[in-house]
């Protein structure tokens, strides 16, 4: 413990060093903007940095280059919540709820929780990081393909609950996401399936496109069908900010968001997306009254952003204590932190101690800096909704198209995505939820692979999933959440009838 | 007493109208999981320790015709929520969005953005929105101006240039 | 309100037909002029785009960065070098990009095994490895095999006398099927006559990992990859596939030493789309040559556990032909090609 309170001081002494500081405010700054412009993601603006911060401290370098990251985490959800565009997968929870709110007017309320959600578990996952991050990293390797087929299989199961009103159109889209997650190679042999022989879709439907076209080009198509419209958010707006009441209602929101998000993040492979939608599942199976949930909870904000950021600080565990990346921005971290020289790997922070603790530190400046950049933002960003949605949404449109050309620098991802927007349509006139589409769309392939992988190492026999401790956990915590209504109503009926 | 009748056989014919909609939904789904079962059979079923690629695919195109059938039986009996009232009418307005991305995504490697960018805007400020051109062309020159000086400038986010790389812009 | 929507949807109509008409033409003529204009002495006179396969931070990455970094500290190179990557389809996007950009000298691209492999597998008609122009070999990277630190396997004999027990008893993590570990790892079972269970893991970053947690026996990696886990004491390596034994380690055992005659090293290098005109070529090879010879530039290579190995172009395309060769005999015996 006096190791790391020294530590710990040593590092706000770095954080606070005026440099150190405007570093972090600029990372902070971009990635919350580049969180909310849907299709460029924190990976890329990561990579348009590095070469500017190679002639600084490596320090000073990371500690924006952190800030990015987090920054994008939060700033993704401005977008959720304010258009229905999710600005990155880990946002997409979020636009389920934070939406709803901002069309009852409440969009300062949805916006100022997801900023003190995120700030309450990043800070909380920096204490953890801070503290259980050696132990942390070793257990987390343990996680082998059959615990990550248990916990992604577990994500699938949690998608049934987002059906909405009609159970049978939520399956319909949850295994439409499945398919089109089967296109590209196919994670066993590297064979093409259903690419039609062209290598743009070796890697498969990307993500982001399907995300922007089904939620944001179709939200706009449905929104200028009544071309009396004129305002986005018609009715007052009311509070700026979160009431105590929503404070108080996502105390729950806030512990499972920070907990479930670092655990999940600390996985390495698994990220701030999984996080969320777990996050959101759990706090929707957990809650007293589900059917709010979809319609405007402020739960299902608070839950799914704080698990996200949460997510970012995991996710620095196996970075720093094993040199192991556990995402593409924590790769690019790792690859930014070999070329100032540094060596990551177990050794590194007792070989660089000032290094670590002086991003850790900032990781905590970070946190605040962004709380406080955000909760007036929240304001400010909410009244935009009461600009002419007609210039609005050619606007939107444009993001999207941007967003998609970026991708890959062509065309092709531009028509991709103005085909799912014509799909995202149709489903909404037809009342088919988008979620669980682009949920089972990121979870698909992941499962996959995870189970050919787990097969291939138990010799083709399926007691590996039983036999492994982690991983039978995990699917006994699958079952329960699963079948627990069920029971549930047995135990009572079973107690009626005993009782009359 | 005639209006009334009239409002509740305006009201079946929409209800109708619904469930058709949603029996043609479902035969499309049941369509594609027909293709999508057709195209995995082909890929090999199992591997020597675990699934094959194909087994994904045929086990997901088998669930994706059975639920489309199920939804296609199911939509007989309940007219499920959704849009209430559905007129044909309301696709035109986002018909003609979408062909204007169409026609934008088409030329857009040729014109460069700034040029594709403004026509769209443009455009559908004037036809759609019913904006008086001057106006119009104001926006539409501050909205591509302001995101090529985002993207291409701030944020190094290569655009398309089109034939006009010579030119100065 | 129906009139509006006709005219505008006439207006964009009658606008793309006209202008995909014209433009298609103007394209033609600017394409014949830019390559009338080829530069002469005075290259490079616009700005260079250093093409990555991969997304930032993976080997390939760093390797362009470094050297784009490099080039432009030492200011010997005149223009700014972007690096743009490109990743998808195992290299395929950028490799296509790069091949059709025939003979444009504003082009470049790292090279490494990855390149012949995709060419052969997924090139097809679009490009091979004949669609490049071979600028400089810049450093050739090991391979060596590694386990956990507390392993039961102490050495290669343990390893294959395990594997020896039972077809599949051993298991291999690493890449997709036809990458380098998996390769390297074809290559010993060819040598010694076993099967090891080979555990595919989509990117690379995903198999110490694996290997740490104890879900596979061993993996084949580059020495760059497991430096601080094996510093750290978590990871041990047991052997390397090269003719002598690697400075930094000069602990570790070769695979020949052990008996097990497979060598292997990943190269590292820069190409350029092929025909590009010669000055432009004999430039890179020059300056390409001169940074390697900087402080910096060695730097990298030992913070990356690379071997240098400067190769001038022609030796560089000799070498990449041998390349192609062999990776497309072992990969067809791998069942990677028909």
Avoid at chain 3, 284 to 306: H, Q
Wanted: some cysteine; proline content about 6%.
């Amino acid at each position: 413990m006096p190791d790391v309170l020294t530590g710990l001081l040593n590092g706000f002494g770095i954080a606070v060093q005026p440099m150190n500081l405007l570093m972090a405010l600029l990372g902070c700054f971009f990635g919350t903007l580049v969180g909310a412009l849907p299709g460029i993601g924190p990976s890329a603006t990561i990579a348009i940095l590095l070469p500017v911060t190679f002639g600084m401290d490596p320090t000073s370098a990371i500690i924006m280059l952190a800030g990015i990251y987090y920054g994008a985490t939060y700033g993704g959800s401005i977008t959720s919540i304010l258009m229905n565009i999710p600005g990155d997968p880990s946002a997409v929870m979020s636009t389920l709820d934070g939406y709803k709110l901002a069309q009852q007017g409440r969009a300062g309320a949805a916006l100022g929780m997801a900023a003190i959600s995120s700030f309450i578990a990043g800070t909380f996952s920096v204490v953890a990081l801070m503290l259980i991050a050696p132990p942390m990293a070793d257990f987390a390797v343990r996680f082998g393909p059959p615990e990550y087929f248990g916990i992604i299989f577990l994500g699938l199961t949690l998608i049934v609950y987002l059906g909405g009103r009609s159970v049978i159109k939520g399956l319909v889209s949850g295994v439409m996401g499945l398919v089109i997650g089967t296109v590209g190679v196919d994670p066993m042999q590297g064979f093409g399936r259903y690419d039609f022989g062209s290598v743009r879709l070796a890697d498969g439907v990307p993500f982001i496109v399907v995300a922007m076209g089904l939620f944001a080009i179709a939200e706009v198509l449905v929104n200028i069908e009544n071309p009396l419209k004129t305002e986005f958010i018609s009715g007052k707006l009311s509070g700026l900010l979160p009431t105590r009441k929503d404070l108080a209602d996502s105390r729950g929101a806030f512990l499972r968001g920070s907990l479930i998000g670092f655990f999940v993040g600390v996985l390495p492979g698994a990220g701030a997306t999984i996080a969320s939608f777990l996050a959101y599942g759990i706090e929707k199976r957990v809650s007293k009254s589900p059917e709010r949930f979809g319609n405007g909870a402020i739960e299902g904000v608070a839950a799914p952003e704080g698990a996200n950021n949460a997510a970012t600080g995991g996710a620095m565990v196996p970075l720093f204590a094993l040199g192991i990346p556990g995402s593409s921005s924590t790769a690019i971290l790792l690859g930014g932190m070999i070329m100032y020289g540094m060596r990551p790997g177990p050794l590194l922070i007792s070989q660089n101690p000032d290094f670590f603790w002086g991003v850790v530190a900032s990781m905590y400046i970070g946190n605040v800096m962004l709380l406080v950049m955000n909760l007036p933002l929240a304001g400010v960003f909410a009244r935009l909704t009461r600009a002419p949605y007609s210039v609005l949404y050619p606007m939107i449109l444009l993001f999207v198209l941007i967003g998609a050309f970026s991708l890959n620098n062509s065309v092709f991802e531009v028509w991709l995505v103005l085909l799912f927007g014509v799909v995202g349509y149709a489903m909404r006139k037809l009342d088919y939820p988008l979620a669980p589409l682009v949920l089972a769309l990121v979870l698909g392939p992941m499962a996959e692979k995870a189970l050919s992988q787990s097969l291939t190492m138990s010799h083709g026999s399926m007691a590996i999933f039983v036999s492994r401790p982690i991983s039978a956990v995990i699917l006994v915590l699958t079952f329960v959440m699963l079948f627990s209504p069920l029971f549930k109503k047995m135990w009572a009926s079973r107690r009626a009838s005993a009782g009359a | 007493m005639v209006g009334l009748r009239l409002i509740i056989s305006v009201l079946r014919m929409a209800g109708d109208k619904l469930a058709k909609a949603e029996k043609i939904a479902a035969l499309t789904v049941s369509l594609f999981a027909l293709c999508y079962l057709l195209g995995g059979s082909k890929l090999q079923f199992l591997e020597e320790f675990g699934p094959g690629p194909g087994f994904f695919p045929v086990l997901l195109g088998i669930t994706l015709l059975a639920l489309s059938v199920a939804h296609f039986l199911s939509a007989e009996k309940s007219v499920s929520g959704g849009s209430g009232d559905f007129h044909p009418r309301q696709l035109l307005r986002p018909a003609a969005v979408m062909v204007a991305l169409c026609l934008s995504a088409f030329v857009l490697e040729f014109l460069g953005f700034l040029i594709t960018v403004f026509l769209l805007v443009f455009l559908v400020l004037v036809f759609l929105e019913r904006y008086r051109a001057p106006v119009s062309a104001l926006l539409a020159i501050c909205i591509s101006g302001g995101f090529y000086l985002l993207f291409e400038t701030w944020l190094k986010v290569p655009l398309p240039q089109g034939f006009l790389i010579n030119m100065p812009f | 309100m129906k009139k509006g929507i006709g005219l505008f949807m006439a207006c964009m109509l009658a606008f793309s037909v006209m202008v995909t008409g014209g433009c298609q033409s103007k394209g033609a003529q600017e394409s014949a002029g830019a390559k009338d204009k080829a530069p002469a002495s005075k290259y490079p006179e616009k700005p260079i785009e250093l093409v990555v396969h991969t997304k930032p931070g993976a080997g390939a990455d760093i390797l362009a960065r470094t050297v784009s970094d490099i080039l432009s500290k030492e200011k010997m190179v005149a223009q700014p070098i972007t690096v743009a990557n490109k990743s998808g389809g195992s290299g395929a996007v950028a490799f296509s990009y790069v091949a059709e950009k025939k003979s444009d000298p504003y082009v470049l691209l790292a090279a490494q095994p990855t390149l012949v492999t995709t060419s052969l597998k997924s090139g097809g008609s679009n490009f091979s490895i004949k669609s490049f122009a071979p600028l400089a070999g810049l450093a050739a990277d090991e391979s060596v095999v590694v386990v956990k630190a507390d392993s039961k396997y102490k050495n290669m004999e343990d390893l294959i006398s395990a594997a020896k027990k039972a077809p599949k008893a051993v298991s291999q993590g690493g890449g997709a099927i036809g990458a380098s570990d998996s390769i390297v790892g074809h290559l010993i079972q060819k040598a010694t006559g076993v099967t090891f269970n080979y555990v595919s893991f989509g990117t690379g970053g995903e198999v110490p990992p694996a290997l740490l947690g104890g879900n596979v026996d061993f993996i084949v990696a580059n020495p760059a990859e497991v430096k601080g886990l094996v510093e750290g004491k978590k990871l041990r390596i047991i052997g390397v596939a090269a003719d002598k034994r690697m400075e930094g380690a000069p602990d570790v055992p070769t695979l020949k030493e052990q008996g097990i005659n497979v060598v292997y090293q990943s190269f590292r290098g820069i190409v350029a789309p092929a025909g590009i005109p010669a000055d432009a070529a004999a430039y890179w090879e020059g300056v390409l040559e001169k940074m390697t010879k900087t402080e910096a530039w060695k730097k990298y290579l030992k913070d990356n556990s690379l071997t240098p190995s400067f190769m001038k172009s022609a030796d560089f395309g000799k070498y990449l032909e041998e390349q192609a060769k062999i990776y497309e005999a072992v990969m067809k015996e791998m069942g990677q090609l028909k």
